[in-house]
T-cell receptor, first 115, second 114 residues
Framework: DAGITQSPRYKITETGRQVTLMCHQT?????MFWYRQDLGHGLRLIYYSAAADITDKGEVPDGYVVSRSKTENFPLTLESATRSQTSVYFC??????????????FGDGTRLSIL | SQQGEEDPQALSIQEGENATMNCSYKTSINNLQWYRQNSGRGLVHLILIRSNEREKHSGRLRVTLDTSKKSSSLLITASRAADTASYFCATDARSGGGADGLTFGKGTHLIIQP
């Protein structure tokens, strides 16, 4: 039971490049989330998805694009990376949103450095 | 802006002692969750307490919730070296762009000295 996996674990790229972070879950959870974690800010929600083909913005969506063509995958793309997007990115999934009292399950993160 | 704020930011205690962390939040919630994060790893769910609950236990963990004060506490009893980690509270209250998902505090870094 792999759970939720993120790839790559580490990525270094340059400003202006396009970068895609992958997230795959094996539970068939309907909800998936992308967070970024920065010192001094904790975790902040970038985008989330309630089901395949349904996505919505979180607190800090600018500069990011997501898609959800299959329930198990939720890739996050930085279309033109900037240094301010250097961060650790976490993907999570849950059976429902927090309002329905369900915990979220997190991957181990992708550490992204933009030079 | 952050919904939850943990206190203290860092805590160092001796193995076997109890560790208490606090969380304050700003708006009404349906539930509050606590997560643990070991260095270099993702967050792991510890416990969820609903807004109509005042206290909940899970093994060595005890969580309290005071909705009138908009605060919660996490108590870890008989701490072990393996409890060394960062602990985050998270609420389901909407913030920022009004999205679903959780709103996390900045965390308490707990160090258990052997």
């Amino acid at each position: 039971d792999a759970g939720i996996t993120q790839s790559p674990r580490y990525k270094i790229t340059e400003t202006g490049r396009q970068v895609t972070l992958m997230c795959h879950q094996t539970w068939s959870h309907s909800y998936m989330f992308w967070y970024r974690q920065d010192l001094g800010h904790g975790l902040r929600l970038i985008y989330y998805s309630a089901a395949a083909d349904i996505t919505d913005k979180g607190e800090v969506p600018d500069g990011y694009v997501v898609s959800r063509s299959k329930t198990e995958n939720f890739p996050l793309t930085l279309e033109s990376a900037t240094r301010s997007q250097t961060s650790v990115y976490f993907c999570a999934s849950s059976e429902s949103t927090g309002t329905r009292n369900q915990p979220q399950h997190f991957g181990d993160g992708t550490r992204l450095s933009i030079l | 802006s952050q919904q939850g704020e943990e206190d203290p930011q860092a805590l160092s205690i001796q193995e076997g002692e109890n560790a208490t962390m606090n969380c304050s939040y700003k708006t009404s919630i349906n539930n509050l969750q606590w997560y643990r994060q070991n260095s270099g790893r993702g967050l792991v769910h510890l416990i969820l307490i609903r807004s109509n609950e005042r206290e909940k236990h899970s093994g060595r963990l005890r969580v309290t919730l005071d909705t009138s004060k908009k605060s919660s506490s996490l108590l870890i009893t008989a701490s072990r070296a393996a409890d060394t980690a960062s602990y985050f509270c998270a609420t389901d209250a909407r913030s920022g762009g009004g999205a679903d998902g959780l709103t996390f505090g900045k965390g308490t870094h707990l160090i258990i000295q052997p």
